[in-house]
């Protein structure tokens, strides 16, 4: 059974159709990457994913028993965000917020959870520290921890290593790869890194206020679409 249907997915603003035509089907384990110009409606089809934007037509199906409130979400940092004044700590125990129920605070459960995930991401050294005084590498091992410690079945990662330096990058893509790999955990990745996308990714989703590709990375690499968006080169 799949974990996740897209099926006649439309988004529209203000009754002005911004993303139409998207139907897409993962299954658990399935690593898929939405690539697509500025405006072609990848961070409109993320909120629609989190229900943070109704769809104007379509429906979104989740399996394997996903609640909508079990997605693990690592969004893109404004600079607001990169200062936040709370230790390492206190933002990944952010990520199990949605599963306290009517429980007014973290339990042992909660706290294991989040020192198990620093530890993953290699950062539970940096525990104490403070979040705003961290590299933007170590930033987003921590917003990954966090994200982590809301699922266990999917991931959503809206541009996870934009200003990021090459070597940072690697390790946040080996990092996402790993988890996806080890945890059968699925994952949706925006991306404007079209070369990173099909070597790590196992499904391409372009868009272009319409769905332009669903399918493996492997047949998109020798699309018309692929080299269309790389101006005639191919990948």
């Given at each position: 059974m799949a974990i996740l249907t897209a099926k006649d997915l439309s988004f529209a603003y203000d009754g002005k159709t911004v993303l139409e035509g998207v139907n897409f089907s993962l299954s658990a384990g399935d690593y898929l990457c939405?690539?697509?110009?500025?405006?072609?409606?990848?961070?409109?089809?993320?909120?629609?994913?989190?229900?943070?934007?109704?769809?104007?037509?379509?429906?979104?199906?989740?399996?394997?028993?996903?609640?909508?409130?079990?997605?693990?979400?690592?969004?893109q940092q404004t600079q607001l965000q990169r200062d936040f004044p709370a230790s390492v700590r206190e933002v990944v125990l952010s990520g199990c917020l949605n599963s306290l129920g009517r429980r007014l605070h973290y339990n042992a459960e909660d706290r294991a959870r989040a020192d198990m995930n620093m530890e993953r991401m290699g950062i539970e050294d940096l525990k104490e520290r403070s979040y705003q005084d961290l590299s933007g590498g170590q930033q987003q091992r921590v917003l990954l921890a966090r994200a982590l410690?809301?699922?266990?079945?999917?991931?959503?990662?809206?541009?996870?290593?934009?200003?990021?330096?090459?070597?940072?990058?690697?390790?946040?893509?080996?990092?996402?790869?790993?988890?996806?790999?080890?945890?059968?955990?699925?994952?949706?990745?925006?991306?404007?890194?079209?070369?990173?996308a099909v070597?790590?990714?196992t499904h391409i989703l372009h868009l272009g206020q319409r769905q332009l590709y669903f399918g493996t990375a492997a047949a998109y690499r020798e699309s018309t679409q692929a080299r269309r968006f790389l101006g005639g080169n191919r990948l």
């Amino acid at each position: 059974m799949a974990i996740l249907t897209a099926k006649d997915l439309s988004f529209a603003y203000d009754g002005k159709t911004v993303l139409e035509g998207v139907n897409f089907s993962l299954s658990a384990g399935d690593y898929l990457c939405v690539v697509g110009e500025n405006g072609s409606g990848k961070s409109t089809l993320i909120k629609g994913l989190l229900g943070l934007k109704a769809p104007d037509g379509g429906s979104i199906i989740f399996g394997e028993g996903l609640k909508a409130t079990e997605i693990g979400y690592l969004p893109q940092q404004t600079q607001l965000q990169r200062d936040f004044p709370a230790s390492v700590r206190e933002v990944v125990l952010s990520g199990c917020l949605n599963s306290l129920g009517r429980r007014l605070h973290y339990n042992a459960e909660d706290r294991a959870r989040a020192d198990m995930n620093m530890e993953r991401m290699g950062i539970e050294d940096l525990k104490e520290r403070s979040y705003q005084d961290l590299s933007g590498g170590q930033q987003q091992r921590v917003l990954l921890a966090r994200a982590l410690c809301a699922t266990k079945k999917l991931l959503l990662l809206d541009e996870p290593v934009t200003g990021l330096d090459p070597i940072a990058t690697g390790e946040m893509y080996n990092l996402i790869k790993l988890v996806n790999l080890c945890d059968n955990i699925t994952v949706i990745m925006v991306s404007h890194d079209i070369h990173a996308a099909v070597r790590y990714a196992t499904h391409i989703l372009h868009l272009g206020q319409r769905q332009l590709y669903f399918g493996t990375a492997a047949a998109y690499r020798e699309s018309t679409q692929a080299r269309r968006f790389l101006g005639g080169n191919r990948l």
